[in-house]
């Protein structure tokens, strides 16, 4: 029998990207313009982690999004590159 070939497309990093390039295209329209607002991609990639990773609620993710193990997930596996949202 051939060895079968990994199927990269099918990994759980490319679909990120997938998710995370779909993601990007949808356009900002929110009216203000400040220099250090958090991007739409930002805000939606970290929406999705959020439900990914199956935490039980917002609060319970916020409490631990300084955590150095959670940073690390956002910044490396979810691609939040700005500041990380929070419920405020």
Excluded at 71 to 77: D, E, I, K, P
């Amino acid at each position: 029998m051939p060895e079968r070939k990994p199927r990269k497309h099918l990994c759980l990093d490319s679909m990120i990207q997938l998710i995370c390039d779909s993601f990007a295209k949808i356009p900002d329209h929110r009216p203000n313009q400040y220099q250090d607002k958090i991007s739409l991609l930002d805000t939606l990639m970290y929406a999705f982690a959020m439900m990914h990773l199956k935490y039980p609620s917002l609060l319970e993710f916020d409490r631990e999004r300084e955590t150095e193990e959670l940073r690390f997930n956002l910044n490396h596996l979810y691609r939040v590159k700005g500041k990380i949202p929070c419920d405020t």
